[in-house]
């Protein structure tokens, strides 16, 4: 049997919605409130959630936000192994080296242009530049790569 512990994202900032006018699908993009910040950070003290082996997440930006600060407060196999999976274990996380040919999938399917930008996490940036520090947020890393495809002839 397995124990699912159900956690709700903190509270979101529904303000932002009015602010910017958001309509649609894009109502559902806000982020949490400090309140709600606060909340998951007291979530995390719950020494049940100590146990649990995988946090699995929503994709709106509230339950990122609740999942990010839960993997943090309740610690980070993969920073903690520096993306390396030790010896004789088995972990659910991505290796660096699994995380890096992911990024670099997704990256190829746009080789065809001549620029683009990719938003996206400072953790998956690292791993495929090879940076050691923290990327700071809203920075720009530039990443150049040239397009290998072998090209085919149809009869």
Known sequence: ????????????????????????????????????????????????????????????????????????????DYDANEGVYPQGGTKLWESKELLKNRVEKVIDRYLGFQKVIITGHGMAFRTLVGEVGEIPHASITEYKKTQAVIETTRL
């Open 1 to 76: 049997m397995t124990q699912f512990y159900l956690i709700r994202h903190g509270e979101p900032e529904w303000n932002i919605n009015e602010q910017y006018k958001l309509k649609g699908h894009g109502r559902d993009l806000v982020p949490l409130t400090d309140t709600g910040v606060n909340q998951v950070y007291r979530t995390a003290q719950d020494e049940r959630l100590k146990e649990a082996e995988l946090i699995v997440s929503s994709p709106y930006p509230r339950a990122l936000q609740t999942a990010a600060i839960l993997s943090k407060e309740l610690g980070n």
